[in-house]
């Protein structure tokens, strides 16, 4: 059973603090999303990789936030120093494919910068 | 900015009622995908849609793509306590290069 695993699943920081999150997507697919969700802004795309390339990361800060891939099955979601308003679910998803085929969602980052 | 309304944002039912939720936008989709995340979980796909008043079915739930594609609806039957959960609905926007934007979502409880 195939699935996108994400690592930490909880983490509680301190402001100021680097955070990183890893995620593993399925085996094969080439697309890789990072998602931030919030109760107040739903789901939001940070950065999408296609074959360990990135294409956009137009919704990330790039002042405090880095995406990566550096392999074909490992991404990363790196913020430093992190904030509280950073306090948000990060979710990982893979594809294979484009955009619009079906997205498999990992079980997310409880992420809560104190 | 191309942006995805949905409505109800809340809806608490009672087990066997019907519903229906709705996305809605001002901008045209090549596709339109409905996706369920219940608590503490990622987001699963439910449905792609394609072509505009196309109508695709899932059991109880009766999904509809908008003639215009800008909008689309999902109806469910005799609702039971598992369809719980948050309902995404997620468009690809031609205008832009491959993007697909999320709604807010409609919270749904159904009480047994």
């Known amino acids: 059973d195939a699935r996108v695993t994400q690592t930490p699943r909880h983490k509680v920081t301190e402001m100021g603090q680097e955070v990183t999150m890893r995620c593993q997507p399925i085996l094969g697919h080439n697309t890789v999303f990072w998602y931030r969700q919030t109760m107040m802004q739903g789901l939001e795309l940070l950065a999408y990789?296609?074959?360990?390339?990135?294409?956009?990361d137009s919704g990330m800060p790039k002042d405090r936030f880095s995406a990566e891939m550096p392999d074909a099955t490992l991404a990363t979601l790196k913020i430093q120093p992190s904030e509280p308003r950073d306090s948000a679910v990060y979710f990982c998803?893979?594809?294979?494919?484009?955009?619009?085929?079906?997205?498999?969602f990992g079980p997310g980052t409880r992420l809560t910068v104190l | 900015t191309q942006l995805l309304e949905q409505s109800p944002q809340f809806l608490s039912i009672q087990e066997g009622e019907n519903l229906t939720v709705y996305c809605n936008s001002s901008s045209v989709f090549s596709s339109l995908q409905w996706y369920r995340q219940e608590p503490g979980e990622g987001p699963v796909l439910l449905v792609t849609v394609v072509t505009g008043g196309e109508v695709k079915k899932l059991k109880r739930l009766t999904f509809q793509f908008g003639d215009a594609r800008k909008d689309s609806s999902l109806h469910i039957t005799a609702a039971q306590p598992g369809d719980t959960g948050l309902y995404l609905c997620a468009g690809a926007v031609i205008s832009s290069y491959d993007k697909v934007i999320f709604g807010p979502g409609t919270s749904l409880s159904v009480i047994p």
């Open positions: 990789f296609r074959n360990r390339a990135p294409l956009d």
């Open positions: 998803a893979s594809v294979f494919g484009g955009v619009t085929d079906t997205q498999y």
